[in-house]
């Protein structure tokens, strides 16, 4: 693989790994930089899930830190509309539906705070953020090509 290949997958795992923006712009970058699909949806995948990792292995310090920020456990739509979603369906809808509604570093955060199992609640966010990355790239990846 090229050196700029590498750097420019770096770029997209790094997209991927920043909150909000994860792999809805990550994917779609790494496309029109011309990177092969497949590999873009890898690195950003990764660069999705990673960052979970380090939350859950700091997750008292980040509760403490998200506790103190929102002491009324926040209030955002996208924060209420995710625990409508927990109340009603649990964990793999929430993990499946993070992506879309408050994003997955937000959405882990909540799911330990809510008590849930960290291997369990990692092993369903890997799944989100696979399912998502397989849907998002054939979209970009023809949307792109629609447009070019």
């Not at 770029?11 to 990177?35: C, K, R």
């Not at 950003?44 to 310090?61: M, R, S, T």
């Not at 109340?87 to 937000?106: F, K, N, W």
Request: glycine share 10%.
């Amino acid at each position: 693989m090229a050196h700029d290949t590498l750097l420019l997958m770096g770029a997209v795992f790094i997209v991927a790994a920043t909150p909000l923006l994860e792999i809805w712009i990550a994917i779609p970058l790494g496309l029109a930089m011309g990177l092969d699909p497949v590999l873009t949806a890898i690195a950003a995948a990764l660069g999705n899930f990673i960052p979970l990792l380090i939350i859950v292995g700091f997750f008292e310090k980040v509760r403490t830190w998200y506790e103190s920020r929102y002491p009324d456990g926040g209030g955002s739509k996208g924060l209420e509309k995710f625990r409508r979603i927990w109340d009603r369906y649990g964990l793999p809808v929430a993990a499946l539906s993070a992506p879309a509604s408050i994003g997955t570093h937000l959405a882990i955060i909540i799911i330990l705070m809510l008590g849930t199992d960290a291997k369990k609640s990692l092993a369903w966010m890997a799944f989100s953020i696979i399912a998502w990355a397989i849907i998002v790239t054939p979209l970009a990846y023809y949307g792109i090509a629609h447009l070019g």
